[in-house]
């Protein structure tokens, strides 16, 4: 890649984060950074030549960019990937897609409609060990998946709005609803169920802050037959935390270590699997999604709007479960 400059919008924890995987690969920069606080963008930029804005409106029009990066909560996704995709920007996206359906459908439009290139941060989705399951998986029937998301995160005010950002289900639980349907394929119905013990806010002054479940349940139907089970559990600060997905199938039983080993142990058609990713998910993400905005490839990246936004409408049906206690179907854009 020759001289890509990019653009961030947003400068929380997670744009620290992509800002490390640019500083990797060469002949990127960053070139700009928006927030709607100063002092966290001047963090952001701080030790490159980015500008800062505080308005993306602005930060589109003067910058010259070769690729976007969007890092603000969900509810706000919509707008900035529209315009930058409209304008033929490639968008590499956090995930979720966005919190509403509406607000993803128009987002699959404006990349389908323009061509651009535009991929979903399920960072999961670039895992190399995925191709190493499916290659053990090879003939047989999957007829468990038993996904597992427990330990500490960052509280932020969106984060714990259901309205703003989903909470644990979307947020969080999405990373393994988005695996689940990578591995199983897809969904048809969703029953889901919520813990009424506060873990990560149980003492101190926040103990009664926000609005969403530390804890839930999500029980997946897959078009194949298969059940997938999900458990979230957002817990306080130093807790252990337990993330990864086992995979029952008719002659295989596999256990895929997630953050922060990234292993894939157990028994394939006899014979023993122990491997190692080769590399961090969220870097090849990242390098994935930049190489395809170079060769203009909107294929080429490993999770584009219209995958994501199914995941979507699985984290949608589940939250409709958890309303009204009843096995809800999933509707598709």
Not at 66 to 72: E, F, G, M, T
Not at 105 to 117: D, F, K, L, S
Not at 177 to 199: E, H, I, M, T, Y
Not at 314 to 323: D, K, S, T
């Amino acid at each position: 890649m020759n001289s890509m400059a990019v653009g961030i919008i947003g400068a929380g924890w997670m744009a620290q984060e992509h800002r490390r995987v640019l500083g990797t690969i060469d002949g990127v920069s960053l070139a700009a950074v928006c927030d709607t606080d100063r002092g966290r963008a001047e963090d952001l930029a701080r030790g490159s030549e980015a500008r800062v804005y505080l308005d993306w409106h602005e930060m589109l029009d003067r910058e010259d960019l070769a690729a976007l990066i969007v890092c603000i909560p969900p509810l706000a996704h919509r707008d900035p990937a529209v315009t930058a995709l409209t304008r033929g920007l490639p968008v590499y996206l956090e995930k979720p897609i966005a919190r509403t359906l509406d607000d993803a459908a128009a987002i699959v439009e404006a990349a389908g409609r323009t061509g651009t290139v535009c991929a979903v941060g399920y960072q999961w989705h670039a895992l190399d060990l995925l191709d190493d399951v499916r290659e053990l998986l090879a003939g047989d029937q999957i007829g468990l998946l038993v996904g597992t998301s427990i330990g500490p995160t960052q509280s932020r005010p969106w984060f714990i709005d259901r309205r703003a950002g989903g909470g644990n289900l979307l947020e969080r639980g999405s990373h393994h609803l988005d695996l689940a349907r990578a591995v199983g394929g897809d969904v048809v119905s969703v029953q889901a169920a919520a813990s009424r013990v506060r873990l990560a806010r149980s003492t101190g002054a926040d103990a009664a802050a926000g609005d969403i479940d530390d804890a839930l349940t999500i029980m997946l139907e897959l078009a194949s037959g298969a059940l997938a089970t999900i458990v979230v559990a957002w817990t306080r600060p130093g807790q252990p935390g337990r993330f990864g997905l086992d995979v029952v199938a008719s002659d295989a039983t596999l256990r895929l270590n997630l953050d922060p080993d990234f292993t894939l142990t157990g028994v394939s058609h006899d014979r023993p699997v122990d491997r190692h990713a080769a590399s961090q998910p969220l870097d090849r993400s990242l390098g994935r999604f930049l190489h395809a905005a170079a060769e203009r490839d909107p294929a080429a990246v490993f999770c584009a709007p219209p995958d994501a936004a199914a995941t979507l409408a699985v984290a949608v049906a589940a939250e409709r479960a958890l309303e009204t206690g009843q096995s809800v179907p999933v509707v598709n854009l």
